[in-house]
């Protein structure tokens, strides 16, 4: 058994718990990974030749970490908080990709847009030292990119350069890699402890040098990083509700897939780094705790903390990272990072990043937000937010094409392995399903993260079974992930349900228990049944089917429970007409 989830946890977590504490190791276990995701990336820029990434570009990135650098040796719990910000995974790992990955094996970008370049995707180090910079309050001065007629500061905000870019970017790239298989980094060590390891000393252990590498620290190329868990393995963890797989599309006031490159991007070529010019770069100076953004032809910005852990302008052109009010820490509402959808596997449903947020559309979901909290309280799992396991919001488009539910439209939302903190969703149709929708996708994070630890199963073989919430076949993994976040929600549902809530909502909620509690309930048997789970895992789906036994206690009306095993009976129905031959 590994030591760094001992078996009173995995219980714990089994039974769609988690206290401070567990969900604190999680939490450790998710930012040592980043860290030494972080470091492989720097270690790929090192080793790129120039073929792959110019010397400018390469140039550029090293001083942009050296900044990073200065910045963690100033106030390094400030300046890493900044590399432990969700969106920051997504961007990493693309960079990793492709810097490593042969062009040969890249897949081919569709035939209107250009391929992909390093070198765009690699400027955005720039934005993450100068937020750590900032927020560490170190002098410094340092040379950002204009991408797209925005200069994005992660976690902080954007900045509108040019006057006819109306909306941050929803997308960092032209290219779709949904459907490939994402490398992965190499299996994370436990979190050290003690006072932080300087970023410059941090290897791919994620320890200082020296340090006992513990039983999972792999050894291999610094620059190649390992496969993917196995064969059919998503890299996004995320359900699109009642929107079945579909060609890419737009939404409302969405983004297409792929966005073309501006024309003031330098074309394909050996020296294609950001380089100084008119509309190509502007310089940020910190000093005395205030930014200075310059540029050729561009009235200085002054941004200033505004002591909630956000910068504020008086400058228009400043778009601000706004935070949801009333949560016990920061968590943004991301409306402008360019890496919030990008590589975003739910592409496939036509699902985008819904763009910047009218003002009315920021207080909609504020609202929702704080009617939320109190629901997360009545179900039993307030926890999630209060220990740190939120720290984004990412507004998505809705399901385009697919009919509304009770009359509340479609919803859809998600969550992406790289991006632990970070919950991807479209407008809910109230305070009670934005509460599930966050259950939903924060328990496949808590997954997710158990099993970077400790492996849960052995399953790598190309099966795919049958899962109820879905219309497609799901590997192993995916049966596992969908039977833990479902069996989540029937439990927060049956909590409502049982609360003094109006008649409405406790009508709702045991239809939603049903439903959940019919689904994970006609496939725990293939999970309990496994010869796959590790020992680890063995408890954790024990404790799931103890859970559903103990629901059983308390059962909603009957009329609920037929319309669920309806339901899910018509599923199985449908599955097995479209696979079985």
């Given at each position: 058994m590994n030591d760094r989830v001992p078996p009173w946890m995995l219980r714990e977590l089994g039974r769609a718990e988690g206290g401070a504490q567990t969900l604190g190791v999680l939490i450790a276990g998710q930012r040592t990974r980043r860290l030494l995701l972080v470091r492989l990336l720097l270690d790929a820029v090192r080793a790129a030749p120039p073929t792959v990434l110019a010397p400018s570009a390469a140039a550029l990135a090293r001083e942009h970490w050296a900044l990073l650098e200065a910045a963690d040796r100033a106030a390094p719990d400030l300046a890493r908080a900044t590399l432990y910000y969700p969106l920051v995974g997504p961007w990493a790992e693309r960079c990793v990709r492709l810097l490593t990955t042969p062009p040969h094996e890249m897949p081919p970008a569709p035939a209107d847009q250009a391929a992909p370049r390093i070198a765009d995707d690699l400027a955005h180090l720039g934005g993450l030292a100068v937020?750590?910079?900032?927020?560490?309050?170190?002098?410094?001065?340092?040379?950002?990119?204009?991408?797209?007629?925005?200069?994005?500061?992660?976690?902080?905000?954007?900045?509108?350069?040019?006057?006819?870019?109306?909306?941050?970017?929803?997308?960092?790239?032209?290219?779709?890699?949904?459907?490939?298989?994402?490398?992965?980094?190499?299996?994370?060590?436990?979190?050290?402890?003690?006072?932080?390891?300087?970023?410059?000393?941090?290897?791919?252990?994620?320890?200082?040098?020296?340090?006992?590498?513990?039983?999972?620290?792999?050894?291999?190329?610094?620059?190649?990083?390992?496969?993917?868990?196995?064969?059919?393995?998503?890299?996004?963890?995320?359900?699109?509700?009642?929107?079945?797989?579909?060609?890419?599309?737009?939404?409302p006031r969405g983004h297409p897939p792929h966005a073309p490159w501006p024309p003031d991007v330098a074309g394909p070529g050996p020296d294609y780094g950001p380089r100084p010019g008119p509309g190509r770069t502007v310089e940020v100076r910190g000093a005395d705790g205030v930014l200075t953004v310059i540029g050729p032809g561009l009235p200085p910005v002054v941004l200033r903390p505004d002591g909630h852990g956000g910068w504020r302008s008086d400058d228009p052109r400043w778009h601000p990272a706004h935070a949801l009010e009333e949560a016990p820490h920061r968590v943004v509402l991301d409306d402008s990072d360019p890496y919030r959808a990008v590589d975003n596997a739910l592409k496939r449903h036509g699902l985008f990043a819904f763009g910047t947020l009218t003002p009315g559309e920021r207080e909609q979901w504020q609202t929702m937000w704080r009617a939320a909290l109190p629901m997360l309280t009545v179900g039993g799992q307030r926890p999630l937010v209060d220990a740190g396991l939120l720290d984004c919001v990412v507004p998505m488009t809705r399901p385009p094409e697919v009919p509304p539910r009770d009359g509340n439209g479609a919803h859809s939302s998600g969550t992406r392995r790289e991006a632990f903190g970070a919950v991807l969703a479209s407008a809910p149709s109230g305070p009670a399903s934005l509460a599930a929708t966050l259950v939903h996708e924060l328990h496949h994070a808590k997954l997710s993260a158990v099993s970077d630890l400790v492996p849960l199963h052995t399953a790598n073989s190309p099966r795919h079974y049958w899962a109820p919430w879905r219309p497609d076949a799901r590997p192993f993994d995916g049966l596992l992930q969908g039977a833990y976040a479902h069996l989540a929600l029937a439990d927060y549902w049956q909590r409502v349900a049982l609360a003094p809530v109006g008649a409405e909502l406790r009508d709702q909620a045991w239809a939603e228990h049903a439903r959940c509690r019919e689904q994970v309930g006609a496939i725990l048997p293939t999970l309990s049944g496994s010869h796959q789970l590790t020992e680890p895992g063995r408890m954790v789906v024990n404790e799931l089917a103890a859970l559903h036994t103990r629901m059983k206690g308390k059962p909603p009306p009957a009329r609920y429970l037929a319309r669920a095993a309806a339901y899910v009976e018509t599923a199985r129905l449908t599955w097995r007409r479209q696979h079985t031959r």
């Open positions: 937020v750590a910079a900032a927020r560490a309050g170190i002098g410094f001065r340092a040379l950002l990119a204009v991408r797209d007629g925005w200069v994005p500061l992660p976690a902080l905000g954007a900045l509108r350069i040019r006057p006819h870019a109306e909306v941050p970017p929803a997308v960092a790239g032209p290219v779709s890699l949904a459907g490939q298989a994402h490398p992965a980094v190499p299996a994370v060590p436990a979190a050290p402890t003690g006072p932080a390891a300087p970023l410059e000393r941090v290897t791919r252990s994620g320890r200082e040098p020296g340090a006992d590498p513990g039983p999972s620290a792999s050894p291999g190329p610094s620059t190649s990083p390992t496969p993917s868990s196995g064969p059919g393995t998503d890299p996004v963890r995320g359900d699109a509700i009642d929107a079945p797989p579909r060609t890419a599309g737009n939404g």
